[in-house]
């Protein structure tokens, strides 16, 4: 039901159930949250890519499997699913320090539109459409998708894809901020891929704290934000390994980028 594979310290997550438009059912929900774990904990892979199978990047919820246990759940099921998240990385494993990036090749919709949200970075196929059907069913978003499209997109954009139920394209995505980037169909991957890469030049430690300063930063007040960015950035700069970089840059000894790994962009 979901891929997982770890190629050039990069790890992919592929959604396989393409006959439920890669539906997230209890199955899917419980190896997601092992594969985020197990992602999180390998030191041998510093990014990850998520993306789907067929015409779909996530349907969402499995209607049929997973959203049946909520109509008349106790007070105590519902605060028990608090720390749960669908599929982990909307709430509960959302803290992963390392970068992840959504490579939406079809539709995103509902609880598939919040866990493309809930990744750092989202780059679209030209085919990818998004969109916040639960209120066709008689709920609204429940993992994140509210806090995540205010932040990523504002108040305007979350009130029409909530209130309308309606679908939106990648291009329009990408207007609204959605989406990173939107590129061919058949380029997406190889597109994913130079985003890790990209990534992957640059120093791991500076990257995951650069990742953190962003959601700690969010939804407080100037003052709060300029602190927290002092202290994690200049708190990063006073690593013993910094100077000898400096060096190297001052010495043009180096390409501009070095991480862990001096990492091409294309393959020797």
Request: glycine content about 8%; charged content about 25%; overall charge negative.
């Amino acid at each position: 039901m979901v891929d997982y594979e770890k190629r050039n310290r990069i790890a992919y997550i592929t959604l396989n159930r393409p006959e439920a438009k890669n539906a997230i059912n209890p199955e899917t929900h419980k190896q997601l949250w092992e594969i985020w774990q197990d992602f999180r904990d390998d030191d041998s892979v510093e990014v990850a890519i998520m993306t789907g199978t067929d015409d779909a990047f996530c349907a969402g919820a499995d209607l049929k499997s997973y959203m049946t246990r909520w109509p008349g759940a106790s007070p105590e099921e519902v605060r028990a699913n608090l720390a749960d998240g669908l599929g982990g990385l909307t709430r509960g494993l959302h803290r992963i320090p390392k970068p992840t990036i959504a490579a939406v090749n079809g539709w995103a919709l509902a609880g598939g539109f919040e866990t493309a949200l809930a990744c750092d970075i989202r780059i679209a196929s030209e085919r990818a459409m998004f969109g916040s059907f639960e209120s066709r069913r008689g709920f609204h978003h429940g993992d994140g998708g509210i806090p995540r499209l205010v932040n990523s997109a504002g108040v305007s954009v979350a009130m029409y894809m909530l209130l309308t139920a309606e679908p939106i394209s990648a291009e329009l995505a990408f207007q609204w901020g959605l989406v990173a980037a939107v590129v061919p169909h058949d380029e997406l991957m190889s597109h994913a891929e130079l985003v890790a890469k990209q990534i992957m030049r640059n120093d791991p430690v500076a990257v995951r704290s650069a990742k953190e300063t962003i959601l700690d930063m969010i939804g407080r007040d100037l003052d709060d934000q300029l602190r927290i960015e002092a202290m994690n950035g200049y708190s990063v700069a006073s690593r013993p390994t910094v100077p000898e970089r400096l060096k190297r840059f001052y010495d043009k000894t180096d390409r501009g980028r070095y991480g862990t790994h001096q990492t091409p962009l294309t393959e020797d």
